[in-house]
């Protein structure tokens, strides 16, 4: 080994010892033209070098030897560029001002000559500072991403995944999951995103799909008998853009056999409670479960962010829209908006009452947003002094506010903000809204990690545009037992409002969907008649699937699993952001691309007649 330590390890108790490094040239400052420092970084830390330019020299020696041993000592300070790859032996000894802010802090690594210093390699200097806080923007980083990840942050982050692969491995092996690969070159498996191809040159004219996951062939191994598996892998998936969404991306997929929802759940739950055990040392307390219905009703969304409470109330007269025989305090007022609104609600902001107007008008600009799209912003101020105040005071009186207010379980001082609209475009505003005012409050504690399941998910939503029904989650989804006559005699209804419902689940933390999954098909006639409501015809089905049709005629198991987004499950745990690409070695950009490689890229004539292109 060229190195006896790393530049993270030298403590104290290494004092007098004569040790060599290696490592990246931090910084190199000259103080006077006696004495030079140079920090010396590697994956581990860094590690101050004191270099004496003086030299070391007995009282024999001849002035011209003690000036020539300085020039060459300085000579090699004032080459050694930033990046530098050196190797350094010397005495490693007590540093005078002690630095308390790194591990190595108290000694330093004292040499004397150039001799002491071996240049392993020479470096240009970087684009961007490599520091915690770079002066590099994104794109420049991208391009050089091997100099973005010696950065401390990134580069822990990455060490940190290790750790977390390392924890879930290490419940599975203890659990009995069996690791098993499944190909890459498939044909499609249904996720409900675009599918990446790979033209085959053996097969002209002939293409594979890359999976979108390994849910088939999980199910396939289920049918082999392996009844528990899991696999972390690589998932592909041609969607279109969004910030921070990888078209390759890691799933820890899992699969169980003799197993229903509740069994599911526990043995995951224990999987994430393991991981935040081993990495932040973090004991979780059980998670809660919600069901989707309530997830939509009270955040607007089916990944609620549950560290904070403010939850949506309607104020939709219900059953009856104009009122009768149910409580209507928002409709009849000579108001048209909530007169004529498909859903009004809002939500409670605790003292926020002294909101001022200019407050109110940017936040109304905020819900009109396009990715927002309220139509405007209704709000009624509980003033300390009692009064209320609305924006729609010419409508409705105090008392009706009060009224309200009460719904709200509102007191003084609070601020109650509500928009109104189609039903799922506003709810999904309201729940937008909800986390918004969650920020500006700092309710969103960075500490605090509040998972929950997320359970009953509808199995089929119905498609307005195409005209047909879709698997909310996939294909291969079993409904409730109790929905089953609904899949043969109540599929030809064109609406959601009596879908059925599926032993499907999500597991969500602070408002992130980590993982999601599903009890399963296992039966040929019941996959079959999915694929039918699904709208496929007989043809179809058998050219698509017939090969897992044809595997549940060979005993299948009933069985169950789930799949989590590693990258994120990494962003949640270790730093409780949902920031997935600060996750990854080598990660795309926005536009899907590769900005190092400059991929993807066209390729030449004579690759496309190879793969029947032309
Ligand atoms: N294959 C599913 C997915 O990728 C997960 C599962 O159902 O296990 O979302």
């Known amino acids: 080994m060229l190195r006896t330590h790393t530049c993270g390890e030298l403590k104290k108790e290494n004092e007098g010892q004569i040790v060599s490094l290696c490592g990246w040239v931090s910084t190199t400052r000259l103080l006077g033209k006696s004495l030079a420092f140079i920090d010396l970084r590697d994956r581990y830390g860094i590690t101050q070098i004191n270099f004496n330019l003086l030299g070391k020299f007995s009282e024999n020696d001849s002035a011209e030897k003690k000036q020539s041993g300085w020039e060459s000592n300085l000579n090699l300070i004032n080459k050694l560029g930033r990046e530098f790859v050196i190797q350094v032996k010397g005495e490693v000894v007590e540093r005078k001002a002690k630095n308390k802010n790194i591990p190595t802090g108290e000694i330093e690594v004292e040499i004397h000559s150039a001799d002491a210093i071996t240049i392993l390699n020479e470096s240009k200097t970087p684009p961007f500072t490599i520091e915690d806080e770079s002066d590099g923007g994104d794109e420049l980083r991208m391009k050089y991403r091997y100099l973005d990840l010696r950065r401390t942050p ?22 009995g999951f069996a690791d098993i690969e499944t190909p890459f070159l498939i044909k499609s498996t249904p996720e409900g995103a675009r599918d990446f191809v790979v033209p085959s040159r053996l097969n002209p004219g002939e293409f594979y799909a890359l999976p979108q996951s390994p849910q088939t062939f999980k199910q396939l191994l289920m049918v082999s008998g392996f009844d528990r598996y899991y696999q972390v892998v690589r998932c592909f998936r041609d969607e279109d853009l969004r910030a921070d969404r990888q078209p390759e991306f890691t799933q820890i997929d899992c699969e169980m056999s003799f197993v229903e929802q509740e069994d599911v759940l526990h043995m995951f739950e224990g999987m994430v409670k393991h991981v935040f055990k081993k990495v932040r040392n973090l004991d979780l307390p059980k998670f809660p479960r919600m069901t989707y219905a309530d997830a939509m009703k009270y955040y607007g969304v089916d990944k609620p962010d549950t560290r904070f409470e403010m939850k949506i109330v309607d104020l939709t007269p219900n059953p009856s829209p104009k009122g009768e025989g149910s409580e209507n305090l928002v409709r009849g007022k000579g108001f048209k908006v909530y007169d004529d609104a498909e859903l009004i609600g809002g939500i409670c902001a605790k003292d926020c009452a002294e909101y001022t107007r200019k407050q109110l008008d940017e936040l109304t ?23 209320l105040k609305s924006s729609f005071d010419k409508f409705f009186d105090e008392a009706s506010l009060k009224k309200i207010a009460e719904k709200f379980s509102a007191t003084t001082g609070d601020l109650i903000l509500i928009l109104a609209g189609a039903e799922t475009k506003t709810r999904k505003a309201l729940g937008e809204l909800r986390l918004e005012m969650g920020n500006r409050l700092g309710l969103r504690d960075k500490n605090k990690f509040e998972c929950l399941w997320v359970v009953d998910f509808p199995l089929l939503e119905w498609n307005e545009e195409e005209q047909r029904w879709f698997a909310m989650h996939h294909p291969f989804t079993s409904p409730k037992k109790e929905d089953m006559d609904w899949m043969y005699n109540g599929y030809t209804e064109k609406n959601s409002a009596h879908a059925p419902k599926a032993n499907a689940y999500d597991i969500v933390i602070n408002g992130v969907e980590i993982g999601g999954g599903s009890i399963r098909i296992h039966n040929k006639e019941l996959q079959q008649q999915m694929f039918k409501v699904l709208g496929l015809t007989k043809e179809e089905t058998e050219q698509k699937f017939s090969f897992i049709l044809n595997a549940f005629e060979y005993g299948a198991p009933p069985h169950g699993g789930i799949a989590f987004g590693f990258d994120r499950l990494c962003s949640m745990v270790i730093a409780n952001e949902d920031y997935i690409r ?29 793969l029947g292109l032309k």
């Open 365 to 387: 600009e905020w819900v009109k947003r396009p990715q927002i799209g309220a139509g405007g912003l209704g709000y009624i101020k509980y003033n300390a002094d009692g009064t």
């Open 154 to 175: 990134i580069k822990n982050n990455l060490l940190q995944r290790h750790k977390v692969g390392q924890a879930v491995r290490e419940y599975f092996d203890k659990n």
């Open 582 to 610: 600060d996750y990854i070695a080598f990660p795309k950009n926005n536009s899907g691309r590769d900005v190092m490689l400059d991929s993807p890229s066209p390729i030449d004539e004579k690759q496309k007649k190879e």
